[in-house]
C-alpha cells in the first residue's frame, strides 16, 4: 500500500510539474489559444485528478468503509460523475465559445496522462534492476 501511495503522490506532483513546464513552452512557441487551451486543458485534468485522489483517500479510510458498507462506491461514482459532467461542460464551452484551440486544450488535458506514463515507467526501471541486483 506504501508504494501505491508513492507512485500517487509522484503522480500528483509531476502533474503540477509537468502543467507548468508545457503551459511555458506553449506560451513562448504558440500562438495564444493554443497555449490557453494546454494551460486550461491542464488545469481541468490537473484539479480533476486532485479532487479523485481526495475523494478515494476519504472513502476507503477502515473507519469510513466499515461504517458505510457497500455505500461508499456509490459516493465516489456520483462524485465522479458529477466531475465528469462538469469537466464536459467546460471543455464544450471552452471549445464551442472559441476561447482555446481544440489540440492546445488536448495536449492540455494530456498531462494526466503522460505524468502516468512517467510514473510508469520509473516504476517498471525500479522493478527490473531491482530484479537485475
Known amino acids: 500500500m506504501q508504494d501505491l501511495e508513492k507512485i ?9 510539474l509537468l502543467l507548468i513546464a508545457t503551459s511555458s513552452l ?13 494551460l ?31 455505500s461508499f462506491i456509490g459516493n465516489i461514482l456520483v462524485k465522479y ?11 464544450f464551452l ?3 465559445n472559441h476561447i482555446v484551440h481544440p489540440l492546445g ?5 494530456s498531462v494526466v496522462v503522460a505524468s502516468m506514463f512517467l510514473a510508469t515507467m520509473l516504476e517498471l526501471m525500479r522493478l527490473f534492476f531491482k530484479e537485475a541486483v
Open 81 to 91: 460523475y458529477i466531475r465528469f459532467v462538469i469537466s464536459g461542460g467546460l471543455i
Open 105 to 109: 486544450l488536448l495536449a492540455g488535458l
Open 40 to 70: 486550461l486543458g491542464g488545469l481541468i485534468v490537473a484539479i480533476n485528478f486532485q479532487l479523485l485522489k481526495k475523494t478515494v483517500v476519504n472513502n476507503f479510510r477502515p473507519d469510513v468503509v466499515s461504517e458505510k458498507g457497500g
Open 26 to 38: 506553449a506560451l513562448m512557441t504558440t500562438p495564444t489559444k493554443v497555449s490557453l487551451g494546454v
Open 8 to 16: 500517487v503522490n509522484f503522480v500528483t506532483k509531476s502533474n503540477w
Open 94 to 96: 471552452l471549445i464551442s
